[in-house]
């Protein structure tokens, strides 16, 4: 059953990672000024917030985790379930590490877009990896067809 859970987690994890390509993709096709809307900037500050959060807290988590998995054995002396505790430690440290770049990587999957450049989603991604220097516009762009100009 706990494999099960894991096998679902990574497909999850797979189909979300895959989709934000298309997802940048399908909005620029659509030629809206997605990043310029102040709720989609507040949107990336709120997750920028978030990821820096996790980046104080997960390794204190693997720290302490980790030194209370090596206290046990030692403490009671069972030292062959050192190694066991090692690899579980080694397991956190590579998912605390995989935490660091997924700026890195949603950066990468909006640039994978071909229309990218740095006006259009600059402003999302600055909201994102710097949250305390974005700037959120107090005016939503006005968007409007051909029909709407005569």
């Not at 996790?54 to 050192?82: R, W």
Request: glycine residues 4%; charged residues 15%.
């Amino acid at each position: 059953m706990k494999n099960n859970k894991k096998n679902l987690y990574m497909i999850i994890a797979l189909v979300v990672l895959l989709s934000i390509p298309s997802v940048a993709y399908a909005v620029t096709s659509a030629k809206l000024p997605f990043c310029d809307y102040g709720g989609v900037r507040r949107t990336f500050m709120i997750v920028g917030i978030i990821i820096n959060i996790v980046k104080i807290v997960v390794p204190l988590i693997i720290v302490i985790t980790g030194m209370i998995a090596f206290a046990k054995p030692i403490l009671s002396g069972k030292t062959e379930d050192l190694t066991a505790n090692a690899m579980i430690l080694l397991k956190k440290f590579i998912a605390g590490v995989i935490i660091f770049y997924i700026p890195t990587i949603l950066d990468f999957a909006f640039s994978l877009n071909p229309e990218y450049d740095k006006t259009s989603y600059y402003a999302c991604t600055e909201c994102m990896n710097n949250p305390d220097g974005c700037t959120i516009p107090d005016k939503d762009p006005v968007t409007y067809t051909n029909d709407a100009q005569s």
